[in-house]
């Protein structure tokens, strides 16, 4: 498959997250469309990774290995970050018993 | 001898502890034990300067090289003390007569309370200091120090009752009219500096060659402004009677024995500069002679006691200047030496008459005091005999040998010269007439407050009349005795003598019975004119002179409000409207603009996630055309 499906699927990918960033107001949905970015970022670095190391697999066999180690550290991030943002939405659903983020405004009072 | 000199140090060192101890323990210190000190700080070195006199006279001056005070550069000044004949005579004069004025003052002042009477002694002790370290400098950055501390010195104590407004402008003038001529000292300093290197007396005065001719006479012409300052010359003088603000004895201080002979002193010291500048000395001579006449003028119709005796203060310092000018350096100091006797004397006899009347300071007001006041009349009396220059009493000696300079110089100096003279014997006689002659015109109250001073105020004058009756001696002319003239004889390391004869001897005996003859005249006529006093409305030329020429006035239109006006519009326009503006301006600026930044902090998550996309789409555009 050529790469250029690649591009276009994780742009397509990143343009919703982004698009969902901004304009939904629930913050489960807002924190799923980050990992929607993060993931058509993931997406894109293994794509190229696959692509290099077809390219030169012939002369050294560990080519375009170095985006794939680099997903798995965005994973364990990502992962982690999942766990403090889902304790965030938890901790402000007992505080003010909603999800809509702009009640977060309230920190500025 | 070398290594006995090198304690000169103590001399200015006395003073100058006595200045701490009393100044700085003044709430604890007895009023008894405040005089002590303050008077043995200055006979200390008193005694010292009789001393140094003595082993001076008998060979040899002294540079006593303490430690490096200021080195840059090629520059090297180091802090030295001098002893040599101009300095030990005029140590003797200044540690002499400020003893004698500090032991009045310990009376004339005891009714201050503790805490300012050594506020009073401190203040005196420091001005003694800095006239001796004036007088003792070796270069003429010591002397600068000594210099301004007088300046200082004599503020303060101008300044001394700081609650009257008006003695605080008085001292205010001073220091002010002060700085002006310290600039032209300051000035000449560096030029000093930039042309020889160096500011020791020493190297100085024996490279004049590398110096050319207009320099010397930009020099001496800049320093002789520092000494219009100091000295009280045209057209700088009008601190001077103004000086009369602060308390008796320390009027006594300033106009004999301190201050106003630092110029005097300047120039004699200076002498081999400005025997090279013809020019210069010219300038001297005639700002000297106009201000003796001017000054004298205006003491023909003042009738405050004081600023009678101030404007005779410095109408003589321009007979000394007028000496300087013509050359005759040792004549100068001559009468510096005479005029620090009768003019402390007549000072502290005014104090005396002063502390009688209660404070009261206007002759008209006085007469009669003769009876009253003997010990004060006959000291009083002596003064105005020494300054009037009558035979045998010292002002006789240096006036006349001043007249003689003058004559040899150019005959009309001379002519002006004596009028001059006429007058002050005038004046100072009408001083005298109006204030112990006659009946009494004060109040009741007065009259029977009046009372002879107490021992420690007539002792001082004593000692003081006879000192105005003897100092002549070491001064008397050649032609009156064989090797009578010591004082020229003793200065000449220092002040080379000229031994021309100009003038012959019949000649010189004519000018001084000439002089004296009128001068006998003229207090004649003052005592015709003023035996009973009639009280005149003034007007004319009397208006004009009682109102001192209009000079303060002139001053004050010329300089001082064309000054104030400007200061007013810089203060109005450029602090107000501009610096305060940028101030103001900017402070307002940063109100505003964070008050418009602040919006953006809404709180609204949406809002920053909005700006954050945004913001990096920019980055990318900006980087897709920044890539090529």
């Excluded at chain 1, 012939?58 to 970050?81: K, L, N, P």
């Excluded at chain 2, 001393?51 to 303490?66: E, M, P, Q, R, S």
């Excluded at chain 2, 020429?549 to 104030?564: C, F, G, M, Q, S």
């Amino acid at each position: 498959m050529p790469i250029n499906y690649y591009i276009f699927l994780s742009l397509a990918l990143f343009a919703i997250g982004i698009v969902g960033v901004l304009i939904r107001r629930n913050a489960i949905i807002v924190f799923m469309c980050i990992e929607i970015m993060l993931n058509a970022a993931n997406l894109l670095l293994v794509a190229f990774s696959k692509m290099h190391h077809l390219q030169q697999a012939a002369t050294q066999a560990s080519a375009g290995t170095d985006g794939q180690i680099f997903v798995f550290f965005i994973m364990v991030v990502a992962a982690a970050e999942v766990s403090v943002g889902l304790a965030i939405i938890v901790m402000m659903f007992r505080n003010v018993h909603s999800i809509d983020i702009n009640f977060l405004n309230r920190l500025k009072h | 001898m070398q290594n006995v000199l090198q304690i000169v140090w103590l001399v200015p060192f006395f003073p100058l502890i006595g200045f701490l101890i009393v100044g700085l323990f003044r709430k604890q210190l007895s009023k008894t034990l405040t005089a002590i000190i303050g008077c043995g700080m200055v006979l200390l070195p008193f005694l010292l300067s009789i001393w140094i006199f003595i082993l001076v006279k008998n060979g040899g001056g002294y540079v006593a090289d303490y430690f490096n005070f200021i080195s840059a550069g090629s520059l090297k000044v180091s802090f030295a003390l001098q002893v040599d004949a101009l300095s030990a005579l005029f140590l003797l004069i200044v540690t002499g007569v400020s003893f004698i004025i500090h032991v009045y003052s310990t009376t004339y002042m005891k009714e201050e309370t503790k805490e300012h009477y050594g506020r009073f002694f401190s203040y005196m002790n420091l001005f003694v200091f800095s006239m001796i370290l004036l007088v003792m400098g070796a270069n003429f950055i010591i002397m600068f120090i000594g210099w301004e501390g007088v300046g200082l010195c004599s503020y303060l104590l101008i300044g001394y009752w700081f609650k009257n407004k008006e003695y605080n402008k008085a001292a205010d003038k001073a220091f002010i009219f002060n700085r002006i001529g310290d600039l032209g000292f300051l000035i000449a300093l560096f030029w000093i500096i930039s042309k020889a290197g160096s500011v020791s007396f020493e190297d100085v005065f024996s490279k004049t060659s590398v110096f050319s001719s207009s320099d010397i006479t930009i020099i001496t012409l800049l320093l002789f402004v520092g000494a219009t300052g100091k000295s009280a010359q045209i057209p700088l003088y009008t601190w001077l009677p103004d000086a009369m603000a602060g308390p008796t004895p320390v009027s006594a201080l300033i106009h004999a024995a301190t201050m106003v002979t630092a110029g005097v002193y300047m120039i004699a010291r200076s002498n081999a500069l400005y025997s090279l500048a013809p020019v210069t000395e010219n300038i001297i001579a005639i700002v000297g002679l106009a201000t003796a006449i001017l000054a004298a003028t205006i003491a023909l119709k003042q009738n405050d006691i004081k600023k009678v005796l101030a404007y005779s203060t410095v109408s003589q310092l321009g007979y000394m200047f007028l000496a300087l000018g013509v050359g005759a350096y040792s004549t100068g100091v001559f009468h510096v030496m005479t005029h620090a006797f009768f003019k402390a004397l007549l000072f502290l006899a005014a104090g005396s008459v002063i502390h009688a009347m209660g404070g009261e300071q206007d002759i008209r007001k006085m007469g009669g005091l003769k009876g009253k006041m003997k010990i004060t009349y006959l000291t009083f009396l002596f003064g105005c005999i020494a300054i009037s220059g009558i035979p045998p009493f010292s002002g006789f000696f240096s006036k006349d040998a001043i007249l003689l300079a003058a004559f040899e110089h150019n005959k009309i100096l001379y002519a002006i010269a004596l009028f001059g003279a006429l007058l002050t014997a005038f004046y100072m006689f009408r001083l005298l007439f109006l204030a112990f002659n006659g009946s009494f015109r004060g109040t009741e109250e007065q009259q029977h407050h009046l009372h002879e001073s107490p021992a420690g105020m007539t002792i001082p004058l004593i000692i003081l009349a006879i000192l105005a009756f003897a100092g002549g001696f070491v001064g008397i002319p050649e032609i009156l005795m064989k090797g009578g003239d010591k004082l020229t004889e003793f200065l000449s390391p220092v002040i080379p003598v000229h031994s021309v004869e100009l003038v012959s001897h019949s000649t010189e005996m004519m000018l001084m019975v000439i002089s004296t003859v009128l001068v006998l005249l003229v207090i004649v006529f003052a005592w015709y004119r003023f035996r009973k006093y009639h009280s005149v409305e003034e007007k004319g030329i009397g208006k004009f002179l009682e109102n001192k020429w209009y000079v303060d006035e002139l001053y004050e239109k010329v300089i001082a409000n064309p000054v104030n006006r400007f200061a007013a519009f810089l203060n109005k326009f450029i602090e107000k409207s501009l610096i305060d503006g940028i101030v103001n301006g900017v402070g307002r600026l940063v109100n505003y603009g964070s008050r418009q930044v602040r919006l953006l902090q809404s709180g609204q998550v949406g809002n920053y996630v909005l700006l954050m996309v945004l913001s990096m789409l920019l980055i990318f555009v900006i980087q897709f055309f920044l890539r090529k």
